[in-house]
């Protein structure tokens, strides 16, 4: 399902260059549970942004379903993004302006695919907010926001979700319950997840742990 190659990222601080990922080398198969562990500023959310295709390395290669997704222009790998992946980010990324339903239904739109509200509507009840579909972000509560963001993740049905400290922005009882609905969607629904976390329990739950340190993987 996703395969990486000698994947290297460097940033510039002034006159030096940091070098976050070097030469690093991933496999993950299909349908199954992944957690990416290391300690802050190891690199993580940068290695999860690039496989989300929202950053692009210095050199390396990055391979889901058989596509190198690096040699796809901007355009093609918005594209590529909008049929094949889910995102979950722990600052939840709700359009402020729009309901949860409207949130939920905009990768559907993007994609053009009919019955957009209606499938929105049923993924909303199956996370527990139907009597919040036409609440704001302002108006839920974090654990609200996330599974809305949960919902918007997977109402496309994507081959793959990258969730970046899911519940990161929780505290400890409503992070395990969105912890646990996000597993029960992603088993239900076939899903390969990739999850990048600090918390070792919480790691643990899923089938493959890699360790990044040091720009490697271990």
């Not at 349908?31 to 500023?41: D, E, M, R, Y």
């Not at 709700?94 to 053009?112: D, F, G, H, R």
């Not at 527990?128 to 949960?150: D, K, M, T």
């Not at 076939?190 to 990048?196: D, E, F, I, R």
């Amino acid at each position: 399902m996703i395969q990486v190659d000698n994947l290297s990222k460097s940033f510039h601080l002034g006159t030096e260059s940091v070098k976050i990922l070097d030469s690093l080398n991933l496999a993950i198969p299909e349908k199954t549970t992944s957690a990416i562990l290391g300690k802050s500023g190891s690199g993580k959310s940068t290695l999860l942004s690039i496989l989300a295709g929202l950053d692009r390395p210095d050199e390396g290669k990055v391979n889901i379903s058989q596509q190198q997704i690096l040699n796809f222009n901007d355009d093609e790998l918005t594209l590529f993004r909008a049929k094949n992946i889910g995102i979950v980010f722990q600052q939840f990324h709700l359009m402020s302006s729009l309901t949860a339903l409207e949130n939920v239904m905009i990768p559907l739109e993007i994609l053009k695919i009919p019955e957009a509200s209606k499938k929105a509507r049923e993924l909303l009840e199956k996370v527990g907010l139907g009597h919040r579909i036409n609440h704001y972000p302002s108006q839920l509560s974090g654990g609200e926001s996330q599974r809305v963001a949960l919902a918007r993740a997977i109402i496309h049905n994507p081959k793959v979700i990258f969730a970046d400290e899911p519940s990161g922005n929780l505290d400890e009882e409503t992070g395990e319950v969105v912890m646990n609905l996000l597993f029960d969607l992603v088993k239900t629904e076939g899903l390969t997840l990739v999850l990048v976390t600090h918390d070792e329990e919480l790691a643990k739950r899923c089938d493959k742990i890699f360790r990044l340190h040091l720009g490697k993987m271990l």
